[in-house]
């Protein structure tokens, strides 16, 4: 099983978590919302947990002074997210902030070699696009819970990106409908918990067998066939950022 963007730090028991996904075989990336997060959360790594720095854009205005704090601590891990930007109209005030963090952060990852990044592209498809054509070296963008038009998404298969789908986003008709759309050599599976939610609770990173099972449906497919597809992506993402530093 693959859970490619969880926060694992934001469970009322994140050790416990850690500890049940590695029991069972999770192949886990941690993602941060802050980059003073980054150190407390990558105590939680195990041999398939891996921790991603980020700075989610809606956190970008109130914490803008750590961005010195993720140049720093970008040499330590080649995994980038959750950033990107948010375009819902409650997040509107700090919407140069976002850009000015987003656009900051991808440089960085281009001047470091290229990262591998879980990006938040809600209500915010084209200008995340825009700066991921503007940054080509900044690494390989994953997509996380895709929900733009069928339009914004051929634009981004065009650019190269990568998606992680998870069971909420495929619990509904046009999740699946947009899944179906995605090559098949490009798709990942997350959770987004404890934020994403599965008959209304938390996810946790085992739930992602809920969206293995939609993801065999749509290719036609049986578990296994869908699962063994998935983890040979994995393993392809892994190798576009083998020799970085
Ligand atoms: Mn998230």
């Given at each position: 099983?693959?859970?490619?963007?969880?926060?694992?730090?934001?469970?009322?028991?994140?050790?416990?978590?850690?500890?049940?996904?590695?029991?069972?075989?999770?192949?886990?990336?941690s993602v941060t919302t802050v980059p003073s997060a980054w150190s407390g959360t990558a105590?939680?790594?195990?041999?398939?947990?891996?921790?991603?720095?980020?700075?989610?854009?809606?956190?970008?205005?109130?914490r803008v002074k750590e961005i010195g704090l993720f140049?720093?601590?970008?040499?330590?891990?080649?995994?980038?997210?959750?950033?990107?930007?948010?375009?819902?109209?409650?997040?509107?005030?700090?919407w140069h902030a976002q850009v000015e963090i987003f656009e900051r952060i991808l440089r960085l990852c281009a001047d470091r070699g290229g990262r591998i990044l879980t990006l938040h592209s809600r209500r915010a498809t084209e200008p995340v696009?825009?700066?991921?054509?503007?940054?080509?070296?900044?690494?390989?963008?994953?997509?996380?819970?895709?929900?733009?038009?069928?339009?914004?998404?051929?634009r981004a298969i065009d650019l190269g990106c990568w998606f992680s789908v998870g069971p909420s986003m495929l619990a509904g008709k046009r999740g699946r409908a947009l899944a179906a759309r995605m090559p098949r050599d490009r798709v990942l599976t997350e959770s987004d918990g404890p934020f994403g939610q599965v008959e209304s609770r938390s996810a946790f990173p085992w739930d992602v067998d809920r969206a293995v099972r939609v993801?065999?449906?749509?290719?036609?497919l049986d578990v296994r066939g869908a699962e063994q597809q998935l983890e040979n992506n994995l393993d392809r993402l892994m190798e576009t950022t083998a020799g970085v530093s």
């Amino acid at each position: 099983m693959i859970d490619f963007h969880c926060h694992l730090d934001l469970y009322p028991d994140p050790w416990s978590v850690a500890e049940r996904s590695e029991q069972l075989g999770v192949r886990l990336l941690s993602v941060t919302t802050v980059p003073s997060a980054w150190s407390g959360t990558a105590a939680l790594e195990r041999d398939r947990i891996h921790t991603a720095l980020g700075f989610h854009p809606q956190l970008a205005l109130e914490r803008v002074k750590e961005i010195g704090l993720f140049a720093e601590l970008l040499p330590r891990t080649r995994f980038v997210g959750e950033v990107g930007l948010d375009g819902t109209p409650e997040f509107r005030a700090s919407w140069h902030a976002q850009v000015e963090i987003f656009e900051r952060i991808l440089r960085l990852c281009a001047d470091r070699g290229g990262r591998i990044l879980t990006l938040h592209s809600r209500r915010a498809t084209e200008p995340v696009l825009d700066r991921i054509e503007a940054v080509p070296d900044a690494g390989t963008p994953v997509l996380h819970w895709f929900s733009g038009s069928a339009g914004e998404l051929r634009r981004a298969i065009d650019l190269g990106c990568w998606f992680s789908v998870g069971p909420s986003m495929l619990a509904g008709k046009r999740g699946r409908a947009l899944a179906a759309r995605m090559p098949r050599d490009r798709v990942l599976t997350e959770s987004d918990g404890p934020f994403g939610q599965v008959e209304s609770r938390s996810a946790f990173p085992w739930d992602v067998d809920r969206a293995v099972r939609v993801l065999a449906e749509i290719w036609g497919l049986d578990v296994r066939g869908a699962e063994q597809q998935l983890e040979n992506n994995l393993d392809r993402l892994m190798e576009t950022t083998a020799g970085v530093s």
